[in-house]
Every structure is written in C-alpha cells, then in structure tokens.
C-alpha cells in the first residue's frame, strides 16, 4: 500500500482484541484476515451509501458546490466527476489494521483525504461517516470473523 489518504479510527467495546487473538484455536493470520475482509466491506458499502445519499446516511448534507465549481466542471453534480472514488470504495481499497481496542480504517486513494476533512479551498464532504448501525456491523463483523467456522 502506498501513502496512506484517508484513515478512520474505530475503537471497539469488545476489549483488546489484539491481545484475545493470541488465545484462539485459528491462527491469527487467518482471523485478520476474516476481519479485513468483513470490515472492508461494511465501510464500503457504507460509504457508497454516504456518496449515493449526497451526505444525508452520515446525519447532514453534504454543502452545495461553489457556482464557480459547477461552471467549470459543468454540472452540480457532488464528488462524482470520474467515479474514480467510487470504482475505489467498490472495490473494497481499504485497509484494516487491528491495533489493540481500535481497527485503523485506510483508504489508499489521494482524494478521499481531501473530501474527508475538506481544504482551505473546499468544505468536507466525508464519504466514511459511520453511523451507530455501521459500529453495531463493524463489533459483528470482528466477532463473526473469530468465531465462525468457514
């Protein structure tokens, strides 16, 4: 993975999950990898939903673009010019690293920062906002990743 864009951190309620890894019968390259999996995909689909809903999934709305913006690119149409971020969010280009009670979310894409947390030139637009539901998925997805047979 190159230069790391965008990351969100998640903390969990389920205690130290670094730590209760190295009691389980499974070795733990395979239940990481079960976590990558699942988590990747629940901020995916969240995030398309955030993009898709133009803000409004996330609690808000995502600010109308500049009259200047909508001139020059032709359309007021918000964070979709190429679908270059939501080719990237689809396929699941996130990266989830366990770091004791919190799961670092990455997406490896040099926009998505931007968007995230806005510049001095453009207001956010956060395309990771995650909703309580989305944490309720996340604590599931990690418990599902431990403990059920594949």
């Given at each position: 993975?190159?230069?790391?864009f965008l990351n969100v951190e998640i903390t969990s309620s389920l205690g130290d999950i670094e730590r209760q890894l190295?009691?389980?019968?499974?070795?733990e390259e395979v239940?990481?990898?079960?976590i990558q999996e699942r988590v990747a995909e629940t901020?995916?689909?969240g995030s398309q939903?955030?993009?898709?809903?133009e803000g409004v999934r996330g609690g808000g709305k995502y600010d109308p673009l500049k009259e200047s913006t909508v001139r020059r690119k032709?359309?007021?149409v918000l964070l979709i010019d190429t679908s270059q971020l939501l080719t990237d969010i689809t396929s699941a280009q996130f990266f989830v690293e366990v770091k004791a009670q919190t799961l670092e979310v990455t997406l490896d894409n040099p926009y998505a920062g931007f968007l995230q947390t806005g510049t001095r030139n453009m207001v956010a637009?956060?395309?990771v906002q995650l909703t309580e539901k989305d944490m309720e998925d996340i604590e599931l997805d990690v418990l599902h990743a431990i403990f059920d047979d594949e």
């Open positions: 993975m190159g230069e790391s190295q009691y389980l019968s499974l070795p239940i990481l990898s079960r901020v995916s689909r939903e955030q993009i898709a809903s032709g359309s007021s637009r956060p395309p």
